[in-house]
């Protein structure tokens, strides 16, 4: 048996939570390996939009089990309101939630320190979520983390302690001083420590090990995007971990040998959310017609995503960079009613034109070439079937496939579960 991933190709937001939700009726686990409550995926059905953060996509099933993997960072407060949020609607996660206890805690001061951060960066700040995604992954890397078997552990408040001492001790060098409540944040902090600690707290890789013995399928669910990777990503505007297929082996401990299929979704155009480069992107009313049919906010931070067209030259980079086996092309819906759609094909660089990309796409070394395709006016929003897509829509997906040699399988035509084609 096989883990199948389920990644983003673009700059995140792609849709990832729809088609896992989607997926999951054909899957035992569904595991998410990395990031953290950086992330917002929504997931739509019977007229109730769901956004998670932590949580992976499959929990409203009512069998497949959820897992947290390692590779994730949580902030505890932040989980213990998305548990709440699933209450109403009646989610058991008791017996299907499953959390890592090798994940590592974003603590309070991990937040503040993100912030702090951020704001000394001035004009060059990332646009982080500031969730304290990079202080808890700096933390991690630098050996000095809390994980969430930490939390049993009798000395646990000491460990805590020394490196809340050590953050509050590096957040007094910092010249912008952040405003803060430690009583109030703690408090808090404590008590979803609390609610933690009555959770499933597991060795995750043993019990992907296990279920791959006994032949359950898994999918692996990622977080942001391709682009957002910490090696392959625009750096220094990227995320602090790997969003790349690499990272679900490392964010579950699963070996590359057992990966399966390798989902790969996109948006029919591009979006990003946070400052760097993004050569295709709209200053226009076309780029403000996007954002607005297309709802453009973020899940997470209801920031406006800036909009642009697809890119064909990062989105090969990312299939190859994945070893992507099937791609999923999300809101082909948003671009009805454009009399014609852009795709950039090439960028044009001081070393002439070229199909890959290069170490920078910052827009002094880049500018994008396009080649112009024809439009379509129809609504998708209420099509079930491929039959009835209009030609131009057709031919859009066609190129696509031809220009990124990889089949794509899935056509999403709006946000709930049933705008989903399978070809
Ligand atoms: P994720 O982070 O990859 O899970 O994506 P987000 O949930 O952050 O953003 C995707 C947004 O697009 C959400 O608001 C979805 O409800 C919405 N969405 C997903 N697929 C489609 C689609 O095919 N058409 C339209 N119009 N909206 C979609
Ligand atoms: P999902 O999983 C879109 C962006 C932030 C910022 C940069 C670093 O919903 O696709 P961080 O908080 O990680 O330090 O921010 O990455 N970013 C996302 N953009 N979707 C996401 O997740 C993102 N998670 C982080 O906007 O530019
Ligand atoms: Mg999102």
Redesign the pocket.
């Known amino acids: 048996m096989s883990v199948d991933l389920l990644l983003?190709l673009q700059w995140?937001?792609?849709?990832?939570?729809?088609i896992v939700d989607v997926l999951t009726q054909d899957y035992d686990i569904i595991a998410r390996f990395q990031g953290g409550p950086n992330?917002?995926?929504?997931l739509?059905f019977d007229g109730v939009?769901h956004?998670l953060h932590t949580i992976p996509s499959g929990i409203f099933h009512p069998k497949a089990v959820n897992i947290i993997g390692n590779g994730v960072v949580i902030d505890p407060v932040i989980f213990q309101k998305e548990l709440e949020k699933l209450t109403p609607f009646g989610v058991d996660f008791s017996n299907k939630l499953f959390i890592s206890k090798k994940a590592h805690l974003i603590l309070p001061t991990h937040r503040l320190l993100d912030a702090a951060s951020e704001a000394a960066k001035g004009k060059a700040k990332i646009g982080s979520t500031l969730k304290g995604i990079g202080p808890t992954y700096m933390d991690k890397t630098g050996r000095n983390g809390i994980r969430v078997g930490d939390i049993l552990l009798e000395d646990w408040k000491d460990r805590y302690q020394q490196l809340r001492d050590k953050h509050l001790n590096m957040l007094s060098h910092y010249k912008n001083i952040i405003d803060f409540d430690l009583d109030e944040l703690e408090s808090a902090f404590f008590e979803s420590i609390e609610q933690l600690r009555g959770l499933k707290l597991i060795d995750s890789e043993n019990y992907l090990h296990q279920a791959l013995k006994d032949k359950k399928k898994i999918l692996a669910e990622g977080a942001q995007g391709s682009l957002l990777d910490i090696d392959f990503g625009t750096y220094p505007f990227v995320t602090s971990s790997t969003t790349t297929a690499a990272g679900a082996c490392t964010g579950l401990g699963i070996a590359p040998n057992v990966v399966g299929e390798v989902y790969g979704?996109f948006k029919a155009y591009a979006t990003r959310v946070g400052s760097g480069p993004f050569p295709t992107e709209l200053f226009d009313e076309i780029g403000e017609t996007m954002g607005r049919v297309?709802?453009e906010f973020?899940?997470t931070t209801g920031r406006a995503r800036r909009c642009g067209w697809i890119d064909l030259v990062a989105l090969r980079y990312a299939i190859r960079v994945n070893g992507v086996t099937q791609l999923m092309m999300?809101?082909?819906?948003?671009l009805s009613g454009f009399p014609t759609i852009n795709v950039c094909t090439h960028y044009q660089t001081a070393d002439g034109k070229i199909d890959h990309l290069p170490f920078s796409i910052a827009p002094k070394d880049v500018t994008p070439v396009y080649e112009t395709l024809p439009g379509w006016e129809e609504d998708l929003?209420k099509m079930t079937d491929e039959a009835a897509f209009p030609k131009n829509f057709k031919d859009y997906i066609n190129y696509l496939e031809n220009a990124l040699e990889t089949p794509i399988k899935i056509v999403?035509?709006?946000?709930d579960r049933k705008?989903t084609i399978f070809r």
Not at 39 to 42: D, N, R
């Open positions: 983003g995140g937001d792609e849709g990832k939570g729809k992330a917002g995926h929504t739509q939009s956004v979704i297309g709802h973020g899940a999300m809101k082909g819906d948003v929003t999403s035509v709006g946000p705008q």
